[in-house]
């Protein structure tokens, strides 16, 4: 039998409309930007995910907003990969990171979770970090508070076309993952 779905990106965050705004939620406005280059909607939920479906060179690509809140996002990421199949090498997952200048976006092939508790958990949950991951930089080294206080504040207004610029980007990448470009390429042409 042939296998339905290709690719899976999942940009991870809270579900809260208090969240939306938040340095947490830069994976969840990440995935939305995917979800509006390919002309869809998160159309249903499944899997503890909002879910949206498109199609990329004709391949079915799915894309995925946790909604366990990010200390238990590897639950969804689970659930989902069992559901359509798809192997950690199908994956990209999208998030905020704060060892990272803010507005600058890394992809990488594998890795550890760093201080991320919502990759912690998706690690934890699938046995390997042997997955691409898009990193979004929030740190800011104006603001001296500690990190759980800082990554749930609001975005201040002065940075929001960075975030925007930033997250934009993070879904480009995402995207060129999905229809099949080699991640080196797209570290080469998306890093910095």
């Known amino acids: 039998m042939e296998k339905e779905v290709m690719y899976l990106i999942v940009g991870l965050g809270n579900p809260e409309k208090k969240y939306e705004k938040t340095f947490h ?10 979800v509006e280059a390919l002309n869809t909607k998160f159309k249903k939920k499944e899997c503890e995910a909002s879910v949206a479906e498109a199609f990329v060179h004709g391949e079915k690509v799915i894309v995925a907003r946790p909604v366990t809140y990010m200390n238990a996002s590897g ?7 069992a559901k359509y199949k798809v192997s950690p090498h199908e994956m990209v997952v999208l998030y905020d990171d704060y060892d990272l200048p803010k507005g600058h976006v890394r ?25 691409a991951r898009i990193r979004i930089g929030i740190r800011d080294p104006e603001i001296n508070v500690p990190i759980i ?3 749930l504040q609001d975005v201040r207004k002065d940075d929001y076309e960075l975030f925007s610029a930033a997250c934009h980007k993070a879904a480009e990448a995402a995207l060129a993952l999905a229809s099949g470009e080699e991640v080196e ?3 080469t042409k998306y890093n910095g």
Not at 25 to 34: E, I, P, Q, T, V
Not at 107 to 122: C, D, E, F, K, L
Request: aromatic share 6%; glycine share 12%; charged share 20%.
């Open 25 to 34: 939620n830069m994976g969840f406005l990440a995935a939305g930007d995917a």
């Open 75 to 81: 639950r969804a990421v689970k659930q989902l990969m």
């Open 107 to 131: 992809i990488r092939p594998s890795g550890s979770a760093g201080t991320h508790n919502g990759m912690r958990s998706v690690i934890a949950e699938i046995g390997t970090s042997d997955f």
């Open 149 to 151: 206080d800082y990554v």
């Open 185 to 187: 390429r797209v570290m």
